[in-house]
């Protein structure tokens, strides 16, 4: 597991969402694209936070509850997030998983997403 990097497992193929979009927007998105957490982009495409299930879920039971309207994700997005280098060990990579309990975290190179990796990702890189 050392000698594998995360460039070579992680997902090149994903969805990312706008600070500005709608989250009941932001939901089926990632329902549709079957991903437990996106990246949040701005309009120059640079990575400004992370947008998981959970707190999708925390906001729309609250505005459900109390019928506040809608949430922009912007202000549900989790702004300081963990990245991971394309070239970093799948071994530390996995540490991270465990440490933080996320499900996915984005890969950056100079300062630009190039892709996400997951625990999925680690696991099949386990039986490869």
Same mark, same amino acid.
């Given at each position: 597991?050392?000698? !594998?990097?995360?460039?070579?497992?992680?997902?090149?193929?994903?969805?990312?969402?706008?600070?500005?979009?709608?989250?009941?927007?932001?939901?089926?998105?990632?329902?549709?694209?079957?991903?437990?957490?996106?990246?949040? #982009?701005?309009?120059?495409?640079?990575?400004? =936070?992370?947008?998981?299930?959970?707190?999708? /879920?925390?906001?729309? &039971?609250?505005? =459900?509850?109390?019928?506040? @309207?809608?949430?922009? #994700? !912007?202000?549900? /997005?989790?702004?300081?997030?963990?990245?991971?280098?394309?070239?970093?060990?799948?071994?530390?990579?996995?540490? %991270?998983?465990?440490?933080?309990?996320?499900? %996915? %975290?984005? #890969? #950056?190179?100079? @300062?630009?997403? *190039? =892709?996400? *990796?997951?625990?999925?990702?680690? &696991? !099949?890189? &386990?039986?490869?």
């Amino acid at each position: 597991m050392k000698t !594998k990097r995360v460039r070579d497992f992680m997902a090149n193929h994903y969805t990312t969402v706008s600070p500005e979009q709608s989250l009941a927007t932001a939901v089926r998105t990632l329902l549709e694209y079957h991903q437990s957490a996106a990246p949040v #982009v701005n309009a120059q495409q640079e990575l400004v =936070g992370l947008l998981s299930e959970a707190d999708c /879920m925390r906001t729309t &039971l609250l505005e =459900g509850y109390f019928n506040e @309207g809608v949430a922009l #994700v !912007k202000d549900q /997005m989790t702004a300081a997030t963990e990245t991971v280098s394309p070239d970093e060990e799948l071994s530390s990579v996995s540490e %991270m998983f465990l440490k933080n309990c996320r499900r %996915m %975290m984005p #890969v #950056v190179e100079a @300062g630009v997403l *190039v =892709g996400i *990796v997951s625990r999925r990702d680690i &696991l !099949k890189a &386990l039986i490869d």
